[in-house]
């Protein structure tokens, strides 16, 4: 499949007309300035295309420029009712190609500008019915806006302009004609100039004639006349200069960045101009990323001076780091912000209520699934989720236990009270986060990191040779048993029935339990990420042993902790036992896995959890902390300072609220709706049973399956026998593949960035290039929730063409 | 000066009716809605006003209501155009007051609606030339969306209700007529379906007879006919609902939040659902607030039945929570935020390059005026912002002095590299920045807290019956001399000619650290908040202390560290020298206290600066670090992990870049254009000079102060010899009164708490109140830095009357 993404070429520019109604005269517009054009530019090959048509032809012959026009529909109506019409039905897709192939064959060697022109207002219906500045979107020419002249055409023209701003489009001029009466152009000129675009004023067509011949030749004399007022010239100049700035900012953008910019998770040795991505737009589920720069100048040069455009779509195979739910360029998502911030901006959230930040947490409790939990804390991003939920656990610990006497004298304490979790967590990068994991790369250079904690390994749940496996880890057969193997992934999930393993699990668990508390050492909190690892390497853990854990810390913790405090009992049902369990669903929670909350999987639920990132559908930071009752309960007192002073001047920001409940409500809806369905069908167990009224044994699918991914079990099955593939895995959104390395996976490994590289530099079986990231040997691609199959069919096409 | 606001009435319904074109029949269908109205609710008080009417008057008879036009033009233009033959200018600000009048004249025990109809399109120009949208938006009534049944009119009703919903309308409904041919309605319905709006199509009224007569007849046949179709009622119905919803959802906030939501910075224990602030909305400087609620369900009762308004708007006294630059609900925020979301969405930031980030870096950079900074590190926070800069410092100093060594074995080291400060800084929230600072009541109750560092005493800054002290701490008159007594707040900031102090303050902080180095405690940065501690409890810091304190660990410091690395020469210039010095201008930057960087106060350039909170004009979370070009060295190695492994998943989003690029270009554009000369006046110094030719002695006065407020010298001064007084500082849009305390200050005091009930439950002097915010004794106000001298002196007024 091709994919159509914005296209910029060096030499050819593009112009997009819209007008701020029907009737403001976009086709005499177009037709004066391709005049102007012609005489002001008359080197270049200047282009006149209309994608799609409604009515009779007219004035294609006073153009004076080669024309086309892509869809004709001879009634005067709006596109998607004339396609009402048509043989078959024209989708946005289709036009979209021909329209990129059309304006492809006019970009060569040659300077060139073609005016593109589109049907209606801004907004009118396109044939499919989408609308036209969303349907055209895609490609993000740039734009002039035809303004309305008429009474009433001030609101217009500015209401037009904001649909058009809000989804993304550079509109750089505004022309329309001249009328005295309502002199809209005087006051759209201040009002466009203070928003940096040029408005011009152009002279009126005349009255139409009594005879056709008559109109034919006054139309032609005023072509001949209004053609040369200077205001076409300065639409022309600030076209060809907003070209040359856009190519310059974009081709400048690696440099600049590498001058100014210091990037995350980067060793800058490492960073030249060339391995800088530099991006344009996106779009749904792709960057435009503006190509790599040739090394020297005399190839920039070149580069300039041929046909192809510079800009490539590439998939966004991080969904952004983990973040994107509803695509990127979403105007929904951008008008729910735009009413947000016009709404009420930012209100300070110190005592406050505003209905974004309340229905989120209503929202967000209802849907979680977890009856413990009952309070909504607000930060900005998961690691300032994090800190809170760490602070919360181990107030909460500290206080029922009688750890926290005499508190308040001193420098503080430190670290008296630790945490448990598995090795290879993460948490976040703030320090208060980072002592959460056990010592690693990411931390272990961290002048203040200390490591508060006790660590376990666990079993891993891989896909290996079209069997699915849970592996114990290096050298622990002897306590875990050998490998164990499974028809499918429901049943790795299926973890009542594996009672066996989890009595091993849990002899283990208590034993180990048993000899830190020897130590004595003084545990306040369990801390994990459910079901999968991320940042420490997309480490997919038995859900067996992370639910066995929360059983062994809540049944056996109070007799096994220094307990000197007056309450060791648990005051009810939905209370923390032994200590606070906390889930950290920044990554995995919010359908990322394909279920709202990814403790479901485990079959036990937390006392604190944190959910971020897919939150917002993938547009701002915004962070949530839910806490039980309890754990709530700890902080009362009637003094100030034993309450948590924790908060972020954005607090409960009205704008990542809204959008929150926005990206929530459609990811439910899509779920309820079935969207996903296709997916689900797809891994659904093959069970043999008793089908029909013959009572013949047949093979008849499950209808949905409650484990599945948005990748396609055949792909996934297909890519685990590979040779370089040491396992894989995937669910929900996400997949991971490990590759082999025979110098041992982790961070510093390269064993996935041959295969990282060799996605971004492209394939042959596919014009759109893969951008992805690596955690040392294992390579991952996530989706948006709203990725549709036939996509990832080509993605799973490339990486398959990639990894042979 | 009467404040308008938002208005709501419990029994009074209000319906605004835009109009998506001119011509699109608003008056036709706000009649048939009336005629309707009066059918359908009997018992109500139904009412038309049209606040501004252009061309004849029409209509009237037929509405069968009370009718009220408030501004006549006769001439059928837009009003910006007709009011230009009025006799004197007609400003929103006149309009409002006399609507808002008016409706509050309807507001009685009896239940009524109310329907508003506005002039031309939703963004035609009122009277004074704004938008009729931006115009009306104080008040923020609901609205009812005439949409346009013409050819093209999708386009222009779906811009139209865009251009309402980004500046923060509730648009219920969409009216149309009906009309076959384009048939608009049907795409309309199920578009607006989609978004929750009702979109109801009506009969449509007779071409015009020939006869004057005639028409009235027909149209007389036409209402009579079409005022019964069902979809008027059901607009009615979502008009009713809508507005009981609102009033339900307001009413319940505070229960609502009280049961959900866990509350930034408060002991819940003194949480009631009678003191949480439900908020709204918000406009310019203003909370829109719900009045809290009555103690009993009875009281609840007779409050919903008396005619006030339940809205009031409440002045946003913290700035909300220092954040604010350019209002609340402002579209030009609204509208960056929606282009960049529509645009890019977010896009990752690992390693990639877009328009708006490294636009905003090289923008922060140039206009910081600090040659040292030449690196920018994005976060969410000022807190995640600060955590950066510590990791960047220590790791710096680390590395030249030799102190890394071994660094990546072990469970990490905790705190064998420590900071200096001051006492009373305030750096964060997370753990790491809370290390940063002494043990407060902030932290101590913070299980994982550690302090890290040395704290310094310093000097105060603060007014006193009309004289400007500097006051060194209690206790250390031997080391700092007596009060020292300044004319004004410029000679504070003449640092050169404060030589002799600057000697002590240089002797006592070259023996501190002496003896500090003495303890083999090695310090890896020196961290403070420049000119004034925010959170720790407004304190204005003596400049010459803090710029004495950088001078001395530049100056003093390789040689009093146990230095036993290779390097411990600064390689240049812009290098840093002793240690890193850390500002955080979390707070303080970005025109906070007047000037872009609050560093320049100081005299002084940091090798690594924060800001955020104004960054972003109020709207979402931001950060960004800046940081040197040998603290950006100090990361680079050919080994992966030794880079400054940190980022956040929303690292430099797209929303929030474009969003600061627009708030600092509007904040330098108004600094440049002279906007706050008025302010600057008024704190220039009266100064003796020669003036004029007959060289006669003369009190000129400095054209502009370099130090001013944003407050008023007059009420400063004023208020500084207040019983209840004890001292208070101006500076910037910061206000800043500490208020005597028997008992001491300090977070827990109460001395501000009673100053503050009274300024949130009003005065005699002005209908609107004010929200603010105390730390311990001190009770600060803040401004956005559009606010206007006629808001301030309003503020000045309540605040002069409840302090006496």
Known sequence: MRQVGSVLWPKLRTLQIYGANTGVGKTVVSTLLLKRLKKHLPDYDVRYVKPVSTGPLTEADNRGVLSKTLYQFDEPLSPHIAARTAKEPIDDQSILLRLDEELSSYASGKDGFVVVETAGGVLSPAPSGNTQADFYRPLRLPVSLVGDHKLGGIATTISAWESLHVRGYDVGSVMLFEESRYDNHTYLKDYFADRGILTVSLPPPPAPATSLSDDEKQMSQYYADACTVPALERVITQALEAHTTRLTQLQSLPARAEKTIWHPFMQHTERTERNILAIDSAYGDYFQTYQSLPPSESQTRQRFERESHVLKPAFDGSASWWTQGLGHGNPKLALTAAHAAGRYGHV????????????????????????????????????????????????????????????????????????????????????????????????????????????????????????????????????????????????????????????????????????????????????????????????????????????????????????????????????????????????????????????????????????????????????????????????????????????????????????????????????????????????????????????KRATVATALAENWSMWSKDFVTEISYEEKVESLFALGSVLAISMKDPAGSGYTSTAATGLRDQLLAGTDVADSVIHSRVLGNVLYLMASMTTTRETLESIEEVVKAAIK
């Not at 990420?529 to 997919?540: H, Q, S, T």
């Open 348 to 695: 300070m959230f110190g005592g406050a209520a505003h209905e974004p930040a309340v229905g989120l947490a209503e929202m967000l409790l209802r849907n979680v699934g977890n009856p413990r939990l009952s309070r909504v804390f607000y930060t900005d991003n998961g690691s300032t989720g994090m800190e809170v939920a760490v602070k919360m656990a181990l107030k909460a610990a500290s206080k029922r236990y009688g750890w926290d006497a005499g508190m308040e004298r001193g420098e503080g304490r430190g670290d008296q009270v630790r945490i448990l979790g598995l090795k290879g967590s993460y948490h976040g990068d703030t320090m208060g986060t980072m002592d959460c994991s056990e010592p690693s790369v990411y931390n272990r250079k961290v002048e203040w990191y200390k490591g508060k904690g006790h660590w376990f390994d666990f079993p891993l749940v891989k896909m290996k040779e079209g069997k699915w496996l849970v592996e114990p880890p290096q050298g622990m057969e002897d306590v875990f048993g050998p490998p164990q193997e499974f028809e499918n992934l429901d049943q790795v999930f299926e973890l009542p029935d594996r009672g066996a393993v989890a009595e091993k699990y849990e002899r283990y668990l208590k034993n180990e339990l048993e000899r830190l508390a020897a130590q004595g050492i003084k545990f306040g909190a369990l801390i994990m990420e459910p079901v999968i690892l991320g940042a420490g390497g997309m480490l997919f853990a038995d859900p067996l042993f992370q639910h066995t854990l929360v059983k062994v810390v809540r049944e056996h913790a109070p007799s096994l902790y220094q307990t000197q405090g007056p309450t060791t009992e648990q005051p009810d049902e939905l209370s923390w036992r032994g200590i606070p369990v906390v889930f950290d669903e920044v990554f995995t929670g919010l359908y990322r896995l394909g279920r709202f909350s990814s403790s479901s999987f485990l079959q036990t639920a937390p006392d604190i959890s944190v959910h971020a990132k897919l939150l917002t559908g993938g547009l701002l930071p915004l962070c949530t902390t839910l806490a039980s009752e309890s754990i709530f309960d700890a902080f009362l007192s009637n003094d100030k300072t034993d309450a948590l002073l924790h908060g972020h001047s954005y607090t409960a920001h009205a704008v990542g609220c809204d959008i929150a409940k926005f990206s929530l409500q459609t990811m439910m809806e899509m779920d309820r709706g079935g969207k996903w369905n296709g997916f689900k069908k797809q891994w659904a167990i093959p069970t043999t049973g008793i089908s029909g009224l013959r009572g």
